[in-house]
C-alpha cells in the first residue's frame, strides 16, 4: 500500500489549501484515514481523522478551520484547510487504517509528507 499527498506549498496567514491523498496498491479494506503534522522541531501530531462509519475527529487547534473528507471508492482522503496561520506551517502526512488482504491485519500505512508553508 502506497499513499501519495498533495496539495502542500506556500500560503499566505489567513489563506487556505486543499490536501489530498490516494492510496494506491492492493488494498482490502480502509477502516480509518487521517491527517497528521509535524512542523520543525516538533513531533508528529494529529491534525485529523475521519473513522469508518463518516465519524470524525479534530485536534484542538484546527476545530472549526479544517474538515477532512475522503472518498473511499477513489481511495482519497482529503484535507481543506482555512484561516491558515503561521503555526501551521508543517509537513503534512496522510495515515490509512487498512486490510491489504481479507485475511490481513489492519495495519497503518504512512505518505512521505507534503509541505506546507504559511507566511506572514
Known amino acids: 500500500v502506497q499513499l501519495q499527498a498533495s496539495g502542500g506549498g506556500l500560503v499566505q496567514a489567513g489563506g487556505s489549501l486543499s490536501l489530498s491523498c490516494l492510496a494506491s496498491?492492493?488494498?482490502?479494506?480502509?477502516?480509518?484515514m487521517g491527517w497528521y503534522r509535524q512542523g520543525p522541531g516538533k513531533q508528529r501530531e494529529l491534525v485529523a481523522l475521519s473513522l469508518s462509519g463518516s465519524s470524525t475527529n479534530y485536534a484542538d487547534f484546527v476545530k472549526g478551520r479544517c474538515t477532512i473528507s475522503r472518498d473511499d471508492a477513489k481511495r482519497m482522503v482529503y484535507l481543506q484547510m482555512n484561516t491558515l496561520t503561521p503555526e501551521d506551517t508543517a509537513v503534512y502526512y496522510c495515515?490509512?487504517?487498512?486490510?491489504?488482504?481479507?485475511?490481513?491485519?489492519?495495519?497503518?500505512?504512512w505518505g512521505k509528507g507534503t509541505l506546507v508553508t504559511v507566511s506572514s
Open positions: 495515515n490509512i487504517g487498512a486490510r491489504a488482504t481479507w485475511y490481513a491485519s489492519f495495519m497503518d500505512y
Open positions: 496498491g492492493t488494498i482490502f479494506k480502509i477502516d480509518h
